[in-house]
């Protein structure tokens, strides 16, 4: 059973990721979300748009292999609670299952941090990362950055990203640092 916070957290990311509003979660959310990410970033090449169009759709198809129980390509509030509810449970029951979603949360962080870093150089930097949330509309600084890098180095690894997202699915704690991964809660 999944906490309120966990509650929270899943309500504020479905709402984040609904980008027009019609209480669904679609492919054409993640496809607005990547233009408005090659806007915030000024990426005007065609192939580089392509590119980046193509990380932030992987992330869509990683969610909705996972959360469209229906398979119509969009996902439900109550899907995505469902959703939400089953990484819970598969954390609980331990074993193989616990394996599996912790490997597909990982898969999830490192598209995340694909979609974010702009440079080879294995690191997010907090330019990259403040972008990326005003691509989600969401208004963070640099203490928001400034939790998420664990070790103060001033960028953010990939490893940083994966214990994020652990945390942002799956703690119920409200001091963990993965909860400011999409902003502050709202509330």
Known sequence: ???DLQRRKASHYFDLIDEDDNGLVEAADFELRADRLAETRN??????????QKRVLSWWEHLCALA???DDDRITREEWQTYW???????????ETEKRTLESLERAARGTFEAIRRTEDGT?????Y???LHAW??????????????????????????QAVREFY?????NAPGNVLYGELPG
């Open 85 to 95: 509810e089953a990484l819970q449970v598969s954390i609980e029951e331990g074993g």
């Open 68 to 70: 469209d129980t229906d």
């Open 130 to 132: 403040l972008d990326w």
């Open 170 to 174: 799956l703690s119920n704690d409200p």
């Open 43 to 52: 990426v005007t090449d065609p192939e580089a748009q392509a590119e980046l």
């Open 137 to 162: 509309n969401v208004e963070a600084d640099r203490a928001d950055f400034d939790r998420l890098d664990r070790d103060g180095t001033g960028n953010l690894s990939e490893d940083d990203l994966i």
């Open 124 to 128: 997010v930097t907090e330019a990259e």
């Open 1 to 3: 059973m999944i906490g």
